[in-house]
């Protein structure tokens, strides 16, 4: 009994820094100090399993002066072809960064981009995510190159995450495609994993509703929530921690602790909108959403994709159907996929917006997992059907 009033006594002393403290509840729910790349140098990919000079890494300035670590992953063909050049290829003032690498992308017709929005803790070498990067590459090794970058706060970057500053991150990114790569809007994905997930789905909503809208290739999301708030209701750190789930069964108590949240990400509502807004355009190009979730997910539960998905399907359609009757026609349409999962599609005049629901890949594993780069290739075929036929 000591002991369980201790715990307990923690875990109130814990919910009062969450409540009182903002500068706390950053550091939770972001985790960007937790690096665990400790000894590492992240300015040297090859200590992560890439090829000599197959990486470039390099800093991306944002509208607030924050600097961004980027690493630009050059695809496996492309970096055999050029392999010489690349080794002689030095900089003399900084001879880790080249020039090359960044000609081989903005030069090549044909090269695709994936940017890519890691998820939550760590930084841009932690875990899975290299793997993940190769992946991604294998699915057409002669023409996807990524570009990974860490948030402010994270890694190397400079500043401390917010919800504002991580949009204003992911719209660097995306200018140093479009601007300083030169690749058009139809050659690049914009892939998302767990919190990357609710900053694409920002930057989606953000670009479909500007005057002149710019749509991208497609847009993959890996283990998405639908909202802060619905989250902290099922969410455990490491799939083990709690965070606000104790108190899920009181949901005014729950309410309470969330009037204190200083990050939304209303991705429910984000997706919604995007959809409105390509659902209305004049835009030629149909538009490519991709909600990819394992069911043995202990950190964000799969339920999360059921929502986005049902807000989606909902913001097509003038017929507004609760998440009951989403759910029910998915039984009668999705494709099997035995032991894999199944998938889910909606598609409109406009575009199409699919679910895959994976049997197995935990919450970062199935970054790396076949179907996912397959997405990707995808989505890169929506936006050219000839791509890689």
């Not at 409540?19 to 990919?45: C, E, K, M, S």
Request: charged share 15%; proline share 5%.
């Amino acid at each position: 009994m000591p002991g369980l009033l201790l715990s307990g006594g923690v875990y109130l002393t814990l919910l009062g820094f969450l409540a009182g403290i903002p500068t706390f509840q950053t550091h939770v729910f972001y985790l960007h100090r937790i690096t665990l790349a400790w000894f590492r140098d992240l300015t040297v990919p090859e200590q992560f399993g890439f090829a000599p000079r197959q990486v470039n890494s390099f800093f991306i300035e944002t509208e607030g002066n924050e600097k961004l670590h980027a690493w630009h992953i050059l695809p496996l063909g492309v970096y055999r072809r050029h392999l010489s050049v690349l080794l002689l290829d030095k900089n003399e003032n900084d001879p880790k960064e080249s020039t090359t690498a960044l000609d081989l992308l903005k030069f090549d017709p044909e090269a695709r981009l994936v940017l890519y929005f890691h998820g939550t803790a760590g930084c841009l070498a932690l875990g899975w995510r290299p793997d993940s990067y190769r992946a991604i590459y294998a699915a057409a090794p002669d023409h996807i190159h990524v570009l990974s970058f860490d948030y402010r706060g994270y890694g190397l970057s400079s500043g401390t995450p917010s919800e504002e500053g991580l949009l204003q991150d992911g719209l660097a990114a995306v200018q140093w495609a479009l601007e300083v790569a030169g690749i058009p809007p139809c050659r690049i994905v914009i892939y998302g994993q767990s919190l990357g997930t609710a900053v694409a789905f920002a930057l989606m909503q953000h670009y479909a509703t500007l005057p002149e809208p710019i749509l991208f290739a497609g847009h993959v999301l890996t283990a998405s929530f639908s909202d802060v708030a619905t989250l902290t209701a099922t969410y455990r750190i490491g799939g083990i921690i709690p965070v606000l789930s104790p108190l899920a069964k009181v949901p005014p108590l729950l309410a309470f602790f969330n009037s204190f949240l200083t990050n939304t990400w209303l991705s429910k509502d984000r997706i919604a909108g995007f959809v409105r807004s390509m659902e209305t355009s004049s835009t030629s190009q149909p538009y490519y959403i991709n909600l990819i979730h394992a069911e043995d997910d202990s950190d964000i539960a799969c339920e999360h994709s059921d929502v986005l998905f049902w807000h989606a399907v909902n913001a097509s359609s003038s017929t507004e159907l609760a998440l009951e009757q989403v759910n029910q026609r998915k039984t009668l349409t999705c494709r099997d996929l035995g032991h894999g999962g199944w998938i889910a599609e909606h598609k409109t005049n406009h575009g199409l917006i699919r679910q895959t629901m994976l049997t197995y890949g935990v919450h970062d594993r199935l970054m790396s997992y076949s179907i996912t780069s397959l997405a990707i290739l995808e989505a890169f075929q929506n936006a050219d059907p000839e791509f890689m036929t």
